[in-house]
């Protein structure tokens, strides 16, 4: 008997009148909020403008969901295209179902053409939204715990996930909830991504790498525990193949990378330094008129001292007279 288990919602929508409130949709939306947040500020630090994160990010999500959910469909066709099944389901990405090496594929193509409009360098903004990705992912994976999905392997641990639901082959029960798991490592990267930053002062995308190879780390064994249908290769899982493949391409370009280019970018954002100094100037030019201004009512107050000092001598000389 289980003592304690992690409860799964009853319901994964709420309906406000006729209007869906899907949980799936309100975690990816809140994540893209953080990301946005955090590679702004993180942009500033940089010397880039205020604004050019959300300006980018723009072009960036669209391209990433549809990517995400080309990979899903792609990789689980059955889903959509098997007997029985409508092809129209496809397109409900507010139902789940996106893949994250598709999101980021095709997420960096909308991101790079957002940064060729802004004449801004491709590896710099990838590295000051890193972090911000990381968290993204981790606040997105409890859209699965609202639908009650990509669980793993039966446990009786007392943080297991209770599956409530019979829908499309579930059996309830108590199974790891990789989803939490996943949540968890992706918080760890982020934290490991700004630190190391700010240790080693990453530049070039090799924060990004980063970012990558150690969220690949975790993908693989948390993939390895997980129970849904997937394509096997040699006996592993699709995705495990597709992380260790993605895992050494960061590793590669994070050691080449640090060869070629070491150090970080001295400019991100074209113009933004020019902006900022502009804005200086603007300031010590009024704070030089004060000055000024204050010097000036010194020296009329310096004039005016003598004056009274001569008028009183002469009060003084007339009342003697007298």
């Known amino acids: ?23 799936y949709a309100f975690c990816i939306i809140i994540g893209v909020f953080v990301a946005v947040w955090l590679g702004n500020k993180r942009w500033i630090a940089r010397g880039g403008r205020a604004g050019t994160v959300a300006d980018i990010a723009v072009w960036a999500v669209p391209f990433g969901l549809v990517g995400g959910r080309l990979y899903h469909v792609i990789t689980d066709y059955e889903l959509y295209f098997s007997e ?24 960096a193509l909308g991101a790079w053409i957002g940064c060729r409009r802004r004449g801004i360098p491709m590896p710099a903004y990838a590295d000051a939204v890193a972090p911000g990705i990381a968290l993204a992912q981790a606040i997105g994976r409890w859209g699965n715990w609202f639908n009650q999905e990509l669980y793993g392997k039966r446990t009786d641990l007392p943080w297991a996930l209770e599956i409530t639901s019979s829908a499309d082959g579930r059996v309830p029960g108590t ?38 190879a150690a969220y690949c780390t975790g993908r693989a064994w948390i993939e390895y525990m997980r129970v849904d249908d997937a394509h096997h ?11 260790i493949l993605v895992f050494l391409l960061a590793v590669t370009y994070l050691v080449l990378s640090s060869k070629k280019r070491p150090g970080r ?24 008129g004060k000055e000024a201004d204050a010097k000036a009512d010194d020296e009329a107050k310096a004039d005016e001292e003598p004056k009274a000092d001569d008028e009183a001598n002469d009060e003084a000389g007339s009342a003697k007279k007298s």
């Open 1 to 23: 008997m289980e003592l304690a288990f992690i409860p799964s919602p009853s319901r994964g929508v709420l309906y406000l009148g006729p209007i869906p409130l899907r949980g």
């Open 265 to 288: 970018e001295a400019v991100v954002e074209p113009g933004a330094e020019a902006s900022a100094a502009e804005a200086d100037g603007d300031d010590g030019s009024a704070g030089e």
């Open 84 to 107: 029985g099944r409508d092809w129209v389901d496809a397109f409900k990405i507010w139902e789940g179902g996106l893949g994250i090496w598709g999101a980021i594929a095709l997420g």
């Open 175 to 212: 199974y790891h909830p990789t989803f939490l798991y996943e949540s968890l490592w992706c918080i760890g990267v982020a934290l490991l991504v700004i630190w190391a930053d700010r240790r080693f002062r990453l530049g070039h995308g090799r924060a990004f790498a980063l970012y990558v």
């Open 233 to 243: 290769i040699l006996g592993v899982r699709l995705n495990v193949w597709t992380a």
